[in-house]
């Protein structure tokens, strides 16, 4: 048998524990190898982590450094990881208690208690204007960010991010199957007319990823949010249809929480929900679009990983492509969705091809 090769993460984290039988991992993760171990003063439990090799990246990011971020909305942002200088070397702390999604397994309603802990959240954040985060190193370079205020050119860098780095980094082995169901290079000026037209909001920071196993409810309920490697800077507006369409509340909370959304928000800063009637249905189009370019390399790939898939996996690929294909129709302009069947013809082929 080959021995397996330890990771440098690995190591690092087990010199910065001073006793590798402590360190715990590597947790589950798509981004990041993790793990994670108590301070060798006992004070604090910390995680190590590397992004993996080798992933796709279905995510315009905006900050150079998560652990840079986080240093900056200390003070600002109530329960978020602090960072913890080990060696030179930043570590979030790692927040003990279950995921949201964890707590609430049977049901979509979020608890009163974190449905409003949400709502703070977002008052929070809609604070911190990019002037604010202006000494945290961007990725993007500046002429290659949005004004401020412009709703329009903000989701305009977001569809070229899709089209660039998830459709055309992968059409040489992906093309036929997203022309297969339908999503070639002419669902991009489809979507572009379905968004146009954004109204104008003032900028702030986004989380842009909260969904229920980002937040973590801690043993006295309180609720923090985790992995911001994802924030940007943009309109507010994006970040609650983004928030919305991962959570997947029932349509009595989806109501109450865009309501009270615009209260905080308009409380803290006056115009950040203008327009929001118009312009959310617009936005949740773009990320139910996004979602079927993602998903449809990663549910290719994770067949290829069995080797030869079976029916079963084979027809439930083609049931959750189908089921994505179906909410993203009216923005990529789909007259129609291919059947399950078509779809599964079309993942064997896929597959074939791919060996």
């Given amino acids: ?18 006793d590798a039988t ?29 992004p993996r090799a080798h992933i796709l990246w279905f995510d315009r990011r905006c900050f150079v450094s998560e652990e840079e971020l986080l240093c900056a909305l200390a003070g600002r942002i109530a329960r978020v990881p602090e960072i913890v200088d080990m060696e030179g070397v930043g570590l979030q702390r790692f927040i003990e208690g279950r995921t949201l999604g964890a707590s609430r397994r049977l049901s979509r309603r979020v608890p009163e208690a974190f449905f409003g802990q949400i709502v703070g959240l977002f008052r929070e954040m809609v604070r911190i204007t990019p002037a604010e985060l202006g000494s945290v190193e961007r990725r993007c370079a500046p002429e290659d960010r949005a004004e401020d205020g412009d709703s329009d050119g903000f989701l305009e860098r977001l569809v070229v991010f899709i089209e660039e780095h998830v459709y055309a980094r992968n059409a040489a082995e992906f093309g036929p199957l997203f022309h297969a169901l339908g999503v070639g290079e002419e669902a991009f000026t489809r979507l572009r007319k379905h968004v146009a037209g ?25 609720l923090w949010t985790i992995d911001w490697e994802l924030a940007m800077l943009g309109d507010p507006l994006y970040d609650l249809a983004t928030h919305l369409h991962l959570m997947r509340y029932p349509a009595d909370q989806e109501l109450r929480m865009t309501h009270e959304w615009c209260r905080a928000v ?19 189009g773009f990320k139910r679009a996004q979602s079927v370019f993602t998903d449809v390399v990663r549910v290719s790939l994770s067949l290829s990983e069995r080797g030869e898939p079976s029916w079963f996996a084979l027809h439930g690929a083609a049931g959750k492509l189908q089921r994505v294909l179906i909410a993203a129709a ?4 789909l007259e129609e969705v291919p059947s399950r069947s078509e779809i599964t013809a079309a993942l064997v082929r896929h597959h074939r091809d791919r060996r």
């Fill in 1 to 18: 048998m080959t021995p397996r090769t330890v990771s440098d993460v690995r190591l690092r984290a087990d010199e910065l524990s001073g």
């Fill in 22 to 50: 402590v360190v715990i991992g590597p947790l589950e993760g798509y981004h990041h190898e993790t793990y994670v171990f108590p301070l060798p003063d006992g004070t604090r439990v910390v995680k190590c982590r590397e």
């Fill in 198 to 222: 954004l109204k104008e909001r003032p900028f702030c920071l986004l989380h842009a990823d909260l969904h229920r196993e980002n937040f973590i409810v801690d043993p006295q309920g309180l």
């Fill in 266 to 284: 308009e409380g803290v800063r006056p115009g950040s929900s203008y327009g929001w009637a118009h312009d959310l249905g617009r936005i949740l």
């Fill in 330 to 333: 009216e923005p990529l302009g």
